[in-house]
């Protein structure tokens, strides 16, 4: 029975919408380098020309630039949540741009820290401030022709600012000013909405590192609040310390991060409710098999028996037949109540999950000839119905690849409860497989073990070596 996927296809879609029609590129980066997400703008920005699916995954280290990659491996070793920063870069081709990078960390369900980046090209913007900086006679022409709204201060004793001093004619545009009233300003009520405290850390930054990049609210003079991103340039100034304030208007961004946040949990929500029904399903089918099928081939089993009872001594070939047809019921009596069984143990439904495993590795070993060794708890873990099922197929999936691909004679199973979690381990003493086959997008058995652990909170690890077997590791919270 097939479901629909239509809703999965509309929310993706909306996904992708979301993040290709954004103008800064976007991207979601591993501690590897592996670009699990990316947009149009990204792809533009790097020298590539297709336009990527949602899930679109390369390699940041080695496709691209290995100093950005070094940037990257850096900003995972400090866990810093929020940071900004920006140099210049010499891409593979030669070229030498000026990229921003906006960085936070995103932690999913599986428990993994992902990167997730705003780089934008500010080659233009930097070229613009260089030449700002580095000629006076040319600055009022650069300063006005800027896509960026600019303020300039005076840095005055004790590291306060005094109001504006010049501005350009972006930012009297955006926060709706003439360029007479918005030099009246005060910058503290202007562009930073009064955080007095934030100003104090940003412009002792300013002084020791020369420059600062952060986030404000600006105030139009219809006193509408607008979110902002400013750069802020310690410069001289008519021969006088300066600070230089470079704007840009972060509502975009800012309303993509809450449509990606919100589209991500409905794409959660709608896959454990898809979850939910093919188990269902799987549960109604099973009976139907079980009670409709079952019954009635065990009526035919009875009549064929009745029928046999009244031939005749002479009738032997005829007997014969009767006893072939009645093992070939028999055959599929059983063939009945295993296809039930695969489907939705029983077991599973009556008895847990402790018993669920036992049985499923008694049965595996059957059927394989390798040997299951478990540890199982004495009183069975409480777990509602979903999660109970969750950890069942993830266990069913580990065995299916060990069998297919470990190689293995023996398998090791442990359940147990630790800090309000369940813990499932099944170890192998197989060949083991690489980390790349464990990263591969194309190894759709793994990832659909992460993401049925995922919806409810959990994670699952896979830790191998070549030789020395494969763990997986299933970490389930009890209590949500």
Same mark, same amino acid.
């Given at each position: 029975?097939?479901?629909?996927?239509?809703?999965?296809?509309?929310?993706?879609?909306?996904?992708?919408?979301?993040?290709?029609?954004?103008?800064?590129?976007?991207?979601?980066?591993?501690?590897?380098?592996?670009?699990?997400?990316?947009?149009?703008?990204?792809?533009?920005?790097?020298?590539?020309?297709?336009?990527?699916?949602?899930?679109?995954?390369?390699?940041?280290?080695?496709?691209?630039?290995?100093?950005?990659?070094?940037?990257?491996?850096?900003?995972?070793?400090?866990?810093?949540?929020?940071?900004?920063?920006?140099?210049?870069?010499?891409?593979?081709? =030669? /070229? &030498? @741009?000026?990229? $921003?990078?906006? !960085?936070?960390?995103?932690?999913?369900?599986? %428990?993994?820290?992902? *990167? +997730?980046?705003?780089?934008?090209?500010?080659?233009?913007?930097?070229?613009?401030?260089?030449?700002?900086?580095?000629?006076?006679?040319?600055?009022?022409?650069?300063?006005?022709?800027?896509?960026?709204?600019?303020?300039?201060?005076?840095?005055?004793?004790?590291?306060?600012?005094?109001?504006?001093?010049?501005?350009?004619?972006?930012?009297?545009?955006?926060?709706?000013?003439?360029?007479?009233?918005?030099?009246?300003?005060?910058?503290?009520?202007?562009?930073?909405?009064?955080?007095?405290?934030?100003?104090?850390?940003?412009?002792?930054?300013?002084?020791?590192?020369?420059?600062?990049?952060?986030?404000?609210?600006?105030?139009?003079?219809? =006193? /509408? &609040? @607008?979110?902002? $991103?400013?750069? !802020?340039?310690?410069?001289?100034?008519?021969? %006088?310390?300066?600070? *230089? +304030?470079?704007?840009?208007?972060?509502?975009?961004?800012?309303?993509?991060?809450?449509?990606?946040?919100?589209?991500?949990?409905?794409?959660?929500?709608?896959?454990?409710?898809?979850?939910?029904?093919?188990?269902?399903?799987?549960?109604?089918?099973?009976?139907?098999?079980?009670?409709?099928?079952?019954?009635?081939?065990?009526?035919?089993?009875?009549?064929?028996?009745?029928?046999?009872?009244?031939?005749?001594?002479?009738?032997?070939?005829?007997?014969?037949?009767?006893?072939?047809?009645?093992?070939?019921?028999?055959?599929?009596?059983?063939?009945?109540?295993?296809?039930?069984?695969?489907?939705?143990?029983?077991?599973?439904?009556?008895? =847990?999950?402790?018993?669920?495993?036992?049985?499923?590795?008694?049965?595996?070993?059957?059927?394989?000839?390798?040997?299951?060794?478990?540890?199982?708890?004495?009183?069975?873990?409480?777990?509602?119905?979903?999660?109970?099922?969750?950890?069942?197929?993830?266990?069913?999936?580990?065995?299916?690849?060990?069998?297919?691909?470990?190689?293995?004679?023996?398998?090791?199973?442990?359940?147990?409860?630790?800090?309000?979690?369940?813990?499932?381990?099944?170890?192998?003493?197989?060949?083991?497989?690489?980390?790349?086959?464990?990263?591969?997008?194309?190894?759709?058995?793994?990832?659909?073990?992460?993401?049925?652990?995922?919806?409810?909170?959990?994670?699952?690890?896979?830790?191998?070596?070549?030789?020395?077997?494969?763990?997986?590791?299933?970490?389930?919270?009890?209590?949500?």
């Amino acid at each position: 029975m097939q479901l629909n996927n239509q809703p999965y296809q509309i929310l993706d879609i909306k996904l992708s919408e979301i993040f290709n029609n954004f103008t800064d590129t976007l991207c979601l980066i591993d501690d590897k380098g592996i670009v699990y997400h990316s947009n149009i703008a990204y792809l533009n920005l790097f020298g590539e020309n297709s336009s990527p699916p949602i899930n679109f995954t390369t390699n940041f280290a080695v496709e691209y630039q290995k100093e950005i990659f070094d940037l990257i491996q850096n900003l995972f070793s400090k866990q810093i949540e929020e940071h900004r920063f920006e140099n210049e870069f010499v891409l593979n081709d =030669g /070229k &030498k @741009i000026w990229l $921003e990078f906006t !960085s936070s960390f995103l932690s999913n369900h599986e %428990k993994q820290n992902l *990167l +997730f980046l705003i780089i934008r090209d500010i080659t233009k913007k930097k070229q613009t401030e260089f030449k700002l900086l580095k000629s006076e006679e040319r600055y009022r022409s650069v300063f006005n022709q800027a896509n960026d709204a600019m303020f300039v201060c005076y840095l005055n004793y004790g590291r306060t600012l005094s109001n504006f001093v010049e501005v350009n004619e972006v930012a009297c545009r955006t926060l709706n000013y003439t360029k007479e009233e918005l030099q009246n300003q005060n910058p503290y009520s202007a562009i930073f909405n009064n955080f007095e405290g934030e100003i104090v850390k940003i412009i002792d930054k300013t002084w020791l590192e020369g420059h600062a990049i952060f986030d404000t609210i600006q105030i139009t003079k219809t =006193g /509408k &609040k @607008i979110p902002a $991103e400013l750069s !802020s340039h310690l410069i001289d100034f008519n021969d %006088k310390p300066a600070v *230089l +304030f470079i704007s840009r208007d972060i509502s975009q961004r800012e309303e993509a991060a809450r449509n990606i946040k919100d589209t991500g949990e409905r794409l959660r929500n709608l896959a454990l409710h898809l979850q939910s029904i093919r188990e269902e399903e799987r549960t109604l089918i099973a009976r139907e098999i079980h009670d409709e099928l079952g019954q009635m081939l065990t009526f035919l089993k009875i009549q064929i028996t009745l029928v046999g009872k009244k031939l005749c001594n002479d009738q032997q070939s005829l007997k014969d037949k009767i006893e072939s047809s009645i093992k070939l019921i028999d055959d599929s009596i059983d063939s009945i109540q295993r296809i039930a069984e695969k489907l939705r143990p029983n077991v599973l439904d009556e008895l =847990g999950i402790s018993p669920a495993i036992d049985w499923q590795a008694k049965d595996f070993s059957a059927h394989t000839g390798i040997g299951c060794v478990c540890d199982l708890p004495k009183e069975e873990p409480f777990l509602d119905k979903e999660k109970a099922t969750a950890v069942f197929r993830i266990f069913q999936e580990a065995l299916t690849n060990v069998a297919r691909h470990a190689n293995a004679n023996r398998v090791f199973i442990s359940l147990k409860e630790y800090k309000d979690n369940l813990i499932l381990e099944i170890k192998d003493n197989g060949k083991g497989i690489t980390a790349n086959q464990i990263n591969d997008p194309r190894s759709l058995g793994l990832l659909g073990m992460k993401e049925r652990a995922m919806l409810f909170g959990g994670t699952v690890t896979i830790k191998s070596s070549m030789n020395s077997g494969t763990t997986v590791k299933v970490e389930l919270p009890l209590l949500n």
